[in-house]
């Protein structure tokens, strides 16, 4: 299990982390998310101690993370960076080394994820021959050429195709189920909310939610109603404790408190419109977001 | 692992890729021809003094001609012989360089320019010789005794140098040494420096310091780039010994067996302490553009103890020659031209050891500071500065 406790840095008079504290727990995926320059990429660097935290920690199995065990985790940086001239099978070879595996364990582990994200042909090249999205590949696999307890991946969705962010959901996913503690940041929220089991969501610095996704989004204490109709859109005024977010044609979608009376907002919907459909439901990992960001 | 053993990794992967790169390769193997080619070519083509053209006109007493040709068999210089119908002719052919001297009527000497004393002595000497046995023959004694008589002893010349008890092949040989250690010192210190900025700019220092201390990175890739110059220098080295040892060449004594290990031992302290310095500015650079400038006064540090240490040339006994032999900055040029010179002593060489081990342990720890502190830092290049503020005590 990751913990970040009361994790603090400035930088000058810009406070990056604020006494952040969460934890991320092993074979579960943990999303990381929040606005640009909320602290993420700082808190992951905290974790390979390239950012020096001015208090609190960051513990892997309740102790302080050593350069041993560091040196076992797995890390995708947000500006990705290999050797640009060096052949990328040479290249991650060295990289898994590094680690501390023998060179018969990394070559093996090398030339599987080489072969299955299809890179098998191109692991004489040099790095900088290889396209955006193939570097990227090289990137994660470097990452994970050591089978770490720990994968720390900045932004591992950003730049990729549909098929490739597929792609990589999976092999998370299949990581984190392989018993791994991972942790990811992206700002792709509908598809952290898809994969993972736990969130954490970071703004200005703070922790403004982390847990249990399903918990969280039962927890809030507000709910959704999304309503289709047809024909013109009603007249929403006049309904109380009831506030529009979202609407377009044909669709409405309202906030609600948790302890609305259905029965009576059903009927109250009814007699504005031809109601089509009816969803109530917890909020979104996207409407905890904004609700988190904008308090 | 942690520490020594990611530094050895490091070490051998700047030593594999470099070592394969086709420009380093044929970088090495062009010195090392260069070498061989400039101790054993002078060696082959050295034929001895060129031919002289010596053109007579007038009268000329008999035997002149073979006297004109021992005279100069004497002392190595073949003498060709033109006659000349007429002065006017044979001015001409002094004038157009057909020939280096005219000699009128045995009695004078006609030149393009100032006489050539060494022609001047030879023709003269010849004429002397001949008069001397014409006039021997009309005075009733035999030539050939007189001759016995006039003989003169045999004397050799001796080319003395600017300093006692140095040739001038022994300053030819430290010049040439000093010029492969600068050469070779900057080149690998320079590579550190590159090597440093290109794992900064392309951001790759991220991933790797989250594996292993800077530390050990930046002492992996010192000793990396540190034993692909040794490989080079000690081939350099082995090259010029065997390449002087099959001319068997008199005019470079100084090429040694021990004034190459010194040099070797020199090229490993010099690169020692300059690459220390490169590394831990090539962290303050963010871009490789910046590389350059951010390095600028160490390498004009280097070239100053080159000029240095050719400063101390023909002035290698004086008092500030040996400090400029002792001083960490200069001493890994200067004192290997002054071993090469014969002039160093065995305290010369064990203060500027000392001297020169004491700065780098100096400065790895200063280095090793400012490049953990500058080497993560992104935006516009750091001054050496704040780097140093940056440095809290407890850091790593």
Known sequence: MLEFDSATKRFGPLTALDACTFTARPGRLTGFVGPNGAGKTTAMRAVFGLVELDSGSVLWKGAPIGPEVRARFGYMPEERGLYPRMRVRDQLVHLGRLCGGTTATVVRSVDGWLDRLGLADRAQDRLDTLSHGNQQRVQLIAALVDAPDLLVLDEPLAGLDPLAIAAMSDLLEELAAGGATVLFSSHQLDLVEDICEDVVIIHAGRVVRAGDLADLRARATQRFVRVRYLGAAPDWSGLRSVEVTEETDGEALLRVDQDVDLGALIDAVRRRADLVSFVYQPPTLSELFRSAVAA | ?396
């Open chain 2, 1 to 396: 692992m942690t520490g020594p053993g990611q530094a050895w990794l490091v070490a051998v992967r700047e030593l594999r890729e470099r070592g394969r790169s086709r420009v380093f390769l044929f970088s090495v193997l062009l010195m090392l021809v260069g070498t061989a080619g400039a101790i054993v070519l002078p060696a082959l083509l050295d034929t001895g003094p060129a031919p002289r053209d010596v053109g007579l006109t007038g009268a000329a007493p008999a035997g002149l001609v073979p006297a004109l040709r021992a005279q100069g068999e004497a002392v190595g210089t073949t003498i060709r012989v033109h006659r000349y119908d007429t002065p006017a002719d044979g001015e001409a052919a002094v004038r157009d360089g057909d020939a280096d001297v005219l000699v009128v009527d045995a009695r004078e000497l006609e030149w393009p320019k100032r006489a050539d004393e060494q022609l001047q002595a030879l023709v003269t000497g010849a004429i002397q010789l001949v008069t001397v046995r014409e006039r021997a023959a009309e005075a009733g004694i035999d030539p050939d005794r007189i001759l016995t008589v006039l003989a003169p002893p045999p004397v050799s010349n001796v080319e003395l140098g600017q300093a006692a008890g140095r040739s001038p092949g022994d300053e030819n040989a430290a010049f040439v040494m000093t010029l492969v250690l600068f050469g070779a010192i900057s080149t690998f210190g320079a590579m550190v420096l590159s090597g440093v900025v290109e794992e900064k700019s392309s951001r790759t220092v991220e991933v790797l310091l989250a594996r292993m201390p800077a530390r050990s990175l930046l002492a992996g890739k010192i000793v990396g780039i540190g034993l692909l110059g040794l490989a080079q220098v000690v081939a350099l080295g082995l090259v010029a010994l065997a390449a002087g040892a099959l001319v068997d060449s008199v005019d470079i004594p100084a090429v040694r067996p021990a004034v190459v290990a010194w040099a070797v031992v020199w090229f490993v302290l010099g690169y020692a302490l300059y690459a220390t310095v490169y590394g831990a500015l090539g962290a303050l650079a963010t871009r490789t553009e910046d590389a350059s400038s951010v390095a600028g006064p160490v390498t004009i540090v280097l070239v100053l103890g080159f000029m240095a240490a050719f400063a101390t040339f023909g002035s290698i006994d004086t008092t500030w020659a040996r400090l400029v032999s002792w001083i960490p900055v200069t001493a890994p040029l200067a004192m290997p031209f002054r071993v090469a010179m014969g002039a160093a002593t065995w305290w010369d060489l064990a203060i500027a050891v000392v001297l020169t081990l004491a700065s780098i342990a100096g400065l790895v720890v200063l280095g090793g500071r400012i490049y953990t502190r500058a080497i993560l830092h992104t935006g516009a290049s750091l001054t050496l500065r704040d780097a140093w503020r940056e440095v809290r005590p407890g850091s790593r």
